[in-house]
RNA sequence: GUGGGUGUAGCUCAGUUGGUUAGAGCGCCGGAUUGUGGUUCCGGAGGUCGCGGGUUCAAUUCCCGUCACUCACCCCA
């Protein structure tokens, strides 16, 4: 037997309820908010993401599906959607359009880690940019849309936090403090984040190591290193949202893992998940564009775990299916007449079907049963020479006559009343 | 990449303190007369006990390795 490859899931029939009102509630909330859909490549040179995503962070460091194509370059599959909307916004010259440009994207990301509740190889995102803003209120748009989305879906025990990372000196200063601060911990601190300490300190921010937290207690707060204009900036995001109310707390140690992030960081975590519960989070990027090659243009975004959200998505939610038909058509006059009802049904888009394989009453009716037909039409030879059809009610075991030659239309007002 | 748990029928799992024909529930197939399903009753099919090696008179059971699944670390959405 041929497996599929580990990490990467089918999503089944059976699931796909649910897909489809997680997506169905993404393209409606993006397009409520002005969003425009945008479809881009699952794969890309390598150095945008290395460029984007940052050398030295662990996506790309370690997780990259990346392959040679036939020429020799290095070719990626996408591990996040932002990088490629940037590229294909700078090379289409999108922004020549409007002043701001509002985009969203759902697919397939791809990342080459160890699998585990929530975490797989090939994961969906739902995401949003709003390009050309740097304006609080862009902020507070996405953030808003993003707590918009969570709610629409009922997803239980959520909650949302904020930070700010400031502008690139804000950092500088906070990272020097924040160096010799670690330096005073360090026999405390657990081995990873001696190694942050040099490479990246700021992740150490967010160990999850207990006696590494308990040692970071009463590290300084990047909040207390803002700059003025950012400071103003973070504080308008907040009243903003405060006046939408959408519930926030603050997380000074909240800390973003791609290295295109600056000022707004925002995290939404989902407590009905197991360790892997981040499900949504994003930020600004001022400095992507420019990294990329293109004009220095400010934007905002994030990005939603659909897999994650599937997890924690109650039933409740799903819409009740729409009431079909069963043809139960037997016998040689019967079955051509059921199957000549079955395709009017059709082309007056009444969901209706059948089962090839059966060829009794008695075998179809458990079709019908099986397949949790709500209607089961009878038509048997009998039936064809007295002109009528029996529309059996399933629940109820009620049956009906109904003319043959009106029958679609008198099915498909029967379905309508219910 | 590191660690833990699990691998027995299509599914969920029991079990064998190492010993003849390995079990249950659900599902599946057939039957309980003629054109009425789901319930009930009766019968039936289906397993190289993940794979490879070792110990043993004997391994599905013990040991080693390996692979797969899974959870956690790490990281992230």
Redesign the pocket.
């Known amino acids: 037997m041929i497996?599929g490859i580990?990490?990467i899931k089918d999503i089944t029939p059976d699931q796909m309820p649910k897909w489809s009102v997680v997506e169905r509630t993404a393209h409606a909330l993006a397009h409520a908010f002005g969003f425009q859909e945008i479809r881009i490549p699952v794969f890309e040179k390598t150095e945008l993401f290395v460029h984007s995503i940052g050398g030295n962070?662990?996506?790309v460091e370690k997780?990259m599906y990346t392959f040679p194509d036939k020429d020799g370059t290095s070719l990626t599959l996408r591990p996040?959607g932002t990088a490629g909307v940037v590229r294909a916004f700078i090379e289409r010259g999108l922004k020549t359009y409007q002043p701001s440009r509002k985009l969203y994207y759902i697919g397939p990301m791809f990342?080459h880690?160890?699998?585990?509740?929530?975490?797989?190889r090939q994961?969906h995102?739902f995401g949003v940019e709003f390009v050309g803003s740097s304006e609080a209120s862009a902020d507070v748009e996405v953030i808003t849309l993003l707590w918009r989305f969570f709610s629409a879906l009922e997803l239980p025990g959520l909650s949302l936090e904020l930070n700010s990372l400031g502008v690139l000196t804000d950092r500088q200063a906070y990272k020097k403090d924040l160096v010799s601060f670690l330096k005073t911990k360090s026999d405390r601190l657990c081995e990873?984040c001696r190694r942050r300490l040099e490479a990246n300190p700021l992740?150490a921010l967010d160990?999850?190591?207990p006696h590494c937290r308990e040692a970071m207690n009463d590290a300084p707060h990047l909040t207390d290193f803002l700059s003025p204009t950012s400071r103003d900036h973070f504080d308008r995001v907040l009243e903003g949202l405060q006046a939408l109310a959408v519930p926030y707390s603050m997380n000074p140690r909240l800390v973003?893992?791609?290295d295109y992030y600056s000022m707004t960081t925002f995290?939404v975590s989902c407590s009905a998940l197991?360790?892997?519960?981040?499900?949504?989070?994003g930020g600004r990027y001022n400095g992507l564009f420019e990294t990329l090659g293109g004009v220095p243009t400010p934007a905002v975004g994030f990005?939603?775990?659909l897999?994650?959200v599937i997890i924690a998505l109650p039933e409740a939610i799903l819409p009740t299916p729409t009431p079909w038909v069963f043809i139960a058509a037997f016998?040689e006059k019967g079955k051509p007449a059921g199957l000549s009802l079955l395709d009017s049904l059709r082309s007056m888009q009444v969901k209706a079907d059948t089962d090839y394989n059966a060829s009794?009453?008695?075998t179809l009716?458990?079709s019908?049963?099986?397949l949790e037909a709500p209607y089961v039409v009878?038509i048997?030879?009998?039936?064809v020479t007295n002109h009528q059809i029996?529309l059996?009610n399933?629940?109820t075991?009620e049956?009906e006559f109904h003319p043959l030659n009106t029958a679609s239309s008198a099915i498909l007002a029967h379905l309508h009343i219910r």
């Open positions: 497996r580990k990490g962070t662990d996506i997780e996040e990342r880690e160890r699998p585990q509740a929530g975490r797989l994961f995102q990873n992740r160990c999850k190591v973003r893992g791609l995290e197991g360790a892997q519960n981040a499900i949504g989070a990005a939603i775990g897999d994650r016998g009794t009453l008695k009716l458990r019908a049963d099986r009878i048997g030879d009998d039936e029996i059996r399933m629940a075991k049956q």
